[in-house]
Each structure stands twice: as C-alpha cells, then as structure tokens.
C-alpha cells in the first residue's frame, strides 16, 4: 500500500489549501498599502479564545475621481477561520460616497468600471464598488456588490456623489458626462 492511499482525501485537500495560503501570504503582505483605511470595528458576537465576528467601516478615496470619499461596511467573521483568512464572509455590505473636494477627473472611464475591488473569501467571493455617471443630473454613481465565482449575490447598495463646486475657488465644475463613454 502506498503512503498516499494512507491518507484520507480530505487531509490532502486542506494540506493542499494551506500550502496555497502559505505560497500567497507574501502577496497579500506586499499589497497591503492598497488596503482602504479602517475607520472603527463593533464586535457583534463574542468568541472566547479567537477573534470575534464584527462589523468593519473602512474609508477609500476614489483613485481616478480627485475629491470623492467612500465609506463601506462590512461584517467580518471572527474565529479561527476568520483569523486565518479561510472564511467566506457574507454579502451584506452598504455604502456612502461623498464629495470631500474640488472634484478632478484623472482620465476618461467606462460606465461600471471598478473603483475597488476586495476579496471576501480565499478563492471564490469578491467585494467590488463600480462607478458610473448619470450625465442628465451631473451625478456620479456608485454600486457595491459582491459577487461568487458560481453564483452571485443580488446584494448590493447604491450611492450618489452631485458634482458641485468647492468652495468660492472652485467655480468650473466638471461635467461627468465628458468622462464616461
């Protein structure tokens, strides 16, 4: 008999994982400056020896829209598998976007283009924020969902940005229209 038959196929699966989880802690590490800023955590359920499960608000600023902030919250699962990052977190997550400068388009963009993406399990679930522009209103939009390689989550929430100007300096204000195609 040989040694590989000896062990179950559900051990070999895991072994398998952790070592995958072993080969992209450096890559996780090194990406991290791109991670948004955590603003506050509340723990919702109490766990004696691992972390809790909690709800996270972090801050991102929109990286091609100068003067646009978002703040999302997210619940985060705690425990073992959460500590580990080897659990699936779930799709509930809302938004709000908000004008915090003189707004500056630093390219032109496709309506639904990624504004941030963050993955919320180890394989197959990502966060996104998509942006768009309703050029009739002069609004930017954006949409937060998560998404599963199989299937999808119809959860999502929706925030809305009006172009304004900034203060008494900033009278030229930029029309979304001429930056979405």
Known sequence: MTRKALIPCDTRWKAWALLLTL?????????????PDLIFGRSTVFKWISPNDKLATYGVDDPEVEGVACHFTVPEKGGFKGWFGLAEEV????????????????????????????????????????????AK?????????????????????????????????????????????
């Not at 090194?30 to 991670?35: F, H, N, T």
């Not at 976007?97 to 993406?117: A, L, S, T, V, W």
């Not at 300096?169 to 229209?177: E, N």
């Open 137 to 181: 209103r002069n609004v930017l939009v954006y949409m937060v969902y998560s998404d599963k390689l199989i299937e999808g989550s119809p959860k999502n929430s929706t925030s809305s940005v009006p172009i304004m100007p900034w203060g008494a300096t900033d009278s030229a204000v930029q029309k979304c229209g001429e930056f979405f195609q």
């Open 23 to 35: 080969a992209l802690w450096p890559v996780s590490q090194a990406s991290a400056a791109d991670e």
């Open 91 to 134: 799709s509930d997550i809302s938004l709000a976007c908000r004008q915090i400068g003189p707004i500056h388009f630093n390219r032109k963009m496709e309506q639904g283009d990624d504004m941030f993406r963050r993955r919320r399990s180890l394989f197959f679930k990502k966060m996104q924020i998509v942006r768009g522009c309703d």
